[in-house]
């Protein structure tokens, strides 16, 4: 038979559970990634593929694809938000993200070198690329779509973290990479640290993801009613503000991901309350749902067939369990010690910091541009994270979301 038409029956089936899982799956306590990676796994097994799908032999795609999905992903996360993004009203994201998240990558970083025996370069890389909170397989705990209202405390915070995190990883990832480059040349690498990944890279990042978002917000909104843009009603305008606010962004030397996430911000509080948003948010979430249920179908197939979790030892396996049931939840709590929320919402939001897709984006990218040390141990040590975060948090979500709901009175 055709590989080709193989290929496109395929493709057809999962556009159609992208529109119809969701429902299905509502009321239950699974979730769409759960059932995603079990397909892969049980399809890689059927059609016993000659060349299993392996992320860590083909690095340049894997990370062109990861990285397509969490960049929609971001400017999904970014029109959601109904509440301004302000130091006064997001006072629990700056604590994870100022707070938690370097203290998560130190923790996971020693974790790593103690348990999996890697060294710096690399315990620094495995704990950069697993501090974000995903912004992909986060979309459970997220808030709803634009003017639904109703915004919980837990919902706006994972939310907003989700959309900062991941670029805020990035300074870290760049000096995991800068180290492997110097264990092997002896350059040093501090002061372009500092002065181009920690200073320039995230200024630029903000900078063009504001110009871009302010920009196409006046565009879309200001201009004269004959002509006003928000009138053509097309979702996919997303998806040139993603891609522009991405690529000059990137051309800038800037951090894209925060450029991203930042220009979905700033285009959403142009005009706040316009129905437009909820075409593009709309859009963007369907965009991200097919992309990721196809690149979760192929990470089951690479668990099953491509070697991943082969070598799977008790040292990975402590190190991912302590990753997402110690580390996360206990330095995401202290980071919230002092705030006035009722104390089952800190739980919640230390408990829910999900790993997907984000984090393999991040793998890929280091290994693409430095040597490190048993590349294959990172990229078990990382899945196998992913696994448990997807079956723990996919099950537990539902009812999660409902008991907020429930003290919410909703």
């Known amino acids: ?125 495995i704990g950069a690329a697993l501090s974000p909170t995903d912004p992909v397989l986060a979309s459970d705990v997220q808030v709803g779509p634009p003017g639904q209202g ?91 503000i993603t891609a522009i606010a991405y690529s000059l962004a990137e051309m800038a030397h800037g951090y894209g991901f925060l450029a991203v996430f930042v220009s979905a911000v700033a285009f959403r509080s142009f005009e706040r309350r316009h129905r437009y948003h909820e075409t593009l948010h709309d859009f963007a979430e369907q965009i991200e749902r097919l992309l990721m249920m196809m690149l979760l179908v192929l990470f089951g197939g690479a668990l099953a067939e491509g070697g991943l979790l082969r070598d799977t030892s008790w040292a990975v396996i402590g190190f991912a369990v302590l990753t997402l049931l110690v580390v996360r939840p206990l330095v995401a709590w202290i980071s919230l010690i002092g705030r006035k929320e009722p104390t089952p919402e800190r739980a919640i939001i230390a408990f829910f910091g999900i790993r997907g897709i984000g984090s393999v984006y991040y793998i890929a990218f280091a290994l693409g541009r430095a040597p490190f040390e048993e590349p294959d141990l990172l990229w078990n040590a990382v899945s196998l994270v992913i696994v448990i975060s997807i079956a723990l948090h996919g099950t537990t979500v539902t009812p999660i979301m409902r008991f907020i709901d429930k003290r919410r009175g909703r």
């Not at 062109?64 to 938000?81: D, N, P, S, W």
């Not at 092997?184 to 320039?200: H, I, P, R």
């Not at 990042?205 to 009603?233: C, D, E």
Request: with cysteine; hydrophobic share 60%; aromatic share 8%.
């Open 150 to 240: 109703g915004e919980d405390e837990v919902r706006f915070t994972l939310t907003a973290e989700a959309g900062l995190n991941d670029g805020l990883a990035f300074p870290f990832v760049h000096l995991a990479i800068l180290l492997a480059v110097a264990s092997t040349t002896g350059e040093g690498w501090w002061l372009n640290w500092l002065t181009m990944d920690l200073g320039w890279r995230l200024a630029a990042g903000i900078a063009v993801g504001v110009a871009v978002g302010r920009g196409l917000g006046w565009l879309t909104f200001r201009l004269p009613n004959r002509s006003k843009l928000s009138r053509t009603g097309d979702g996919f305008v997303a998806l040139g």
């Open 1 to 125: 038979m055709d590989p080709y038409i193989v290929m496109l029956a395929g493709f057809g089936a999962i556009v159609l559970l992208t529109a119809w899982l969701p429902m299905l799956l509502k009321e239950l306590p699974l979730s769409l990634p759960i059932f995603c990676v079990a397909a892969g796994a049980l399809l890689a097994g059927a059609f016993d593929y000659a060349q299993a799908p392996a992320p860590q032999a083909n690095l340049k795609l894997t990370e062109r694809l990861t990285e397509a999905v969490v960049i929609v992903a971001l400017m999904g996360a970014g029109l959601k938000l109904d509440r301004p993004l302000a130091w006064a009203t997001a006072g629990l994201t700056w604590r994870l993200l100022g707070l938690a998240m370097p203290l998560t990558i130190l923790a996971i970083a020693l974790l790593a070198h103690g348990l999996l025996g890697v060294g710096l370069a690399a315990a620094l890389l």
